[in-house]
């Protein structure tokens, strides 16, 4: 195969004249007796080594199709057998070893076709140490001093020996939080799929960026990617443009908010995935301190971001706008503070961009403005912008506004979730198709869940415990069709536990509220309601609720029913306190359809 036999002549100085006319198999054995020999002539001992290839030989011996045998091969290319077999072997015929590549350079007593090594770059103590093999120098080479490097006989150069896992430190790069390293950084990107970052702070040229390839796979391990100080509105510490199959894992991606030199602009990126990127990977790192975004996916499919803490960004710790099976899995989002939105994740499409299929889960957003935001600014021409969202077992804290408001967005689920001290718990404007379900919301400053102009909603087995201020509620639905709330607890809240609402020129209606427990609400004033459809609501059904206030709760009644022009409701077979005033209100002059058959309590039970 082409790939095997360019491996191979990359990393032998041996004659070539048959090169081409050999098979894969003929050209292996050719390159273990040519080893065997070279050790040979060295004296070197290799029994460990011999054995290794013996056992390599047997096998193909048991091979009868030569396309198992071609297969085998690069099979072995693949998963870097092959690689470990030729590294040991030139391992073990190292000529000379240099503390730097300096001293390498200086060198009087290197020949052509030798192996020699560096133990660091730039000292011996930096991890810049690297395989070099010794070659002639012809019209077609250019000397970078990386990967080819000239060294003292003028006729000679080091070739530096790709590994399976290269060292950013091997191509020059110095991490030192001083130096720019992002063209060193980049030719390693460039050459090799396997790359190590390790041990410093290395500077990036953000307006340049360092832009992984395809098939990478890139470690950072105890090690900051940061960006150079700048003035720009708009920079990317690394930015994956269409590329697919790259990993990055570990260390710190770090934006450079703090030095700053501008003012404008919003668009710093830690991490930035456009341009149709395919199966990218990020985990257990840090993205912080961006001017604008810790991580901005432009144009993604199958994108998953595991296990990062995104800290201190400026506008959002995560955008969303165009992509396609996006995950966002066991992540801390927090301190996201400076320029709006400020939100821990924000779901937001430009024009002609769509999001689908997006899960968010096992997360902790905190202390962020917003924690999650769903919004699509262009719903009139691109209804289904924003599909299929999964927000699934998150932890939200401490936010100033809602902790997950959806706007315009179609078919989400929001299951399993516990939001605590926001301002508001979930918020959704323009929604349809939403499922919200088994969470708990523990103290907001405004309502718990609010519904406004949304259709075909579910909201079941929810827990929410302490609201309010004036003109909220546990639940408010506004101009709102065909919902079901039921089997939800609702408590200790300042104001009316359920609120169902229309207005002047539109109503709610189609909306089924059973089976919820609603108990200690209206602790701020005698103002309000365990449960009130007010305005202009019509065909809702409001049947077996447990509305049991406590004595010294302010209630005025348990279920108020009025400023309905047309009012078609359905109340029966609710559970109520008789100690209120009035228990159960329809208001006056009202047509008798909103009591089933003329019976005013038909099936209410007032009963503590």
Not at 4 to 21: G, H, M, S, V
Not at 83 to 94: G, M, Y
Not at 470 to 497: M, P
Not at 592 to 601: A, F, Q, R, T, W
């Amino acid at each position: 195969m082409f790939r095997l036999k360019n491996f191979i002549l990359q990393n032998f100085p041996f004659l070539e004249d048959d090169f081409d006319a050999v098979d894969d198999y003929a050209l292996f054995c050719k390159i273990c007796g040519f080893m065997i020999e070279e050790l040979k002539k060295q004296n070197i001992k290799m029994d460990s080594f011999e054995t290794k290839l013996i056992e390599f030989q047997n096998y193909f011996d048991n091979l009868d199709v030569q396309e198992e045998v071609d297969n085998k091969l690069d099979e072995m290319y693949e998963n870097g057998q092959l690689q470990s077999l030729i590294e040991q072997f030139i391992d073990l015929t190292v000529t000379f070893t240099y503390p730097t590549v300096a001293d390498m350079k200086d060198a009087t007593n290197l020949v052509n076709g030798q192996f020699t090594k560096t133990i660091g770059f730039y000292s011996s103590d930096d991890n810049g140490g690297a395989l070099y093999r010794v070659r002639t120098l012809t019209s077609y080479d250019t000397i970078d001093e990386i990967t080819l490097i000239a060294l003292n006989e003028p006729t000679l150069v080091a070739e530096l020996i790709i590994t399976d896992e290269m060292n950013v430190k091997q191509f020059g790069a110095k991490g030192d939080g001083i130096t720019d390293d992002t063209d060193s950084i980049q030719l390693a990107f460039n050459t090799c799929k396997n790359i190590i970052i390790n041990n410093g702070t290395y500077m990036v040229d953000a307006s340049v960026s360092v832009k992984p390839n395809s098939n990478s796979n890139i470690k950072l391990i105890n090690a900051t990617l940061k960006a150079l100080p700048n003035n720009l509105d708009n920079y990317e510490v690394m930015l994956i443009s269409n590329k697919e199959n790259v990993n990055i894992s570990g260390g710190i991606i770090s934006g450079e908010r703090t030095e700053h030199t501008g003012e404008t602009g919003e668009w710093g990126m830690c991490v930035s995935i456009r341009n149709q990127s395919k199966n990218i990977t990020l985990t257990n790192m840090k993205l912080i301190d961006g001017w604008g975004d810790g991580l901005y996916v432009a144009n993604g499919i199958n994108v998953k971001a595991k296990n990062i803490i995104i800290d201190n960004n400026r506008r959002n710790g995560i955008s969303l706008i165009n992509g396609d099976y996006i995950v966002i899995e066991e992540c801390e989002i927090i301190n996201t503070n400076g320029k709006l939105p400020e939100c821990g994740i924000d779901l937001e499409p430009n024009q002609n961009d769509t999001l689908t299929n997006v899960t968010i889960k096992n997360c902790y957003i905190h202390d962020n403005k917003q924690g999650i935001t769903c919004y699509n600014a262009y719903y009139q021409t691109l209804p289904n912008a924003i599909n299929n969202v999964n927000i699934i077992n998150n932890i939200f804290d401490d936010h100033t506004s809602e902790d997950i408001k959806l706007e315009n967005v179609n078919n989400e689920n929001i299951i399993n979730n516990i939001i605590n001290n926001g301002t508001i718990g979930i918020r959704m404007i323009n929604t349809s198709n939403i499922i919200v379900k088994n969470n708990q919301i523990n103290q907001t400053d405004g309502s718990g869940i609010t519904l406004a102009t949304c259709n075909k909603i579910i909201i079941n087995n929810n827990i929410i415990n302490g609201f309010g201020d004036s003109n909220d509620a546990g639940i408010i639905a506004t101009n709102s069709k065909i919902c079901d709330i039921n089997n939800n607890i609702i408590h200790d809240g300042q104001t009316t536990g359920i609120l169902i609402q229309g207005t002047t020129n539109e109503k709610s209606e189609l909306i089924t509220i059973s089976y919820n427990k609603i108990y200690n609400c209206n602790l701020k004033q005698a103002s309000y309601y365990d449960m009130q459809l007010k305005l202009n609501v019509e065909r809702c059904v409001v049947t077996n609720n447990d509305l049991r206030t406590v004595d010294n709760a302010y209630t005025r009644a348990c279920i108020v029913a009025t400023d309905n022009p047309n009012p078609t409701n359905f109340i029966a077979y609710n559970i109520m306190n008789p100690k209120l005033v009035t228990t159960l209100n329809i208001g006056q002059n009202k047509t008798c359809d909103n009591i089933v058959s003329n019976v005013l309590y038909l099936g209410n039970i007032t009963r503590q």
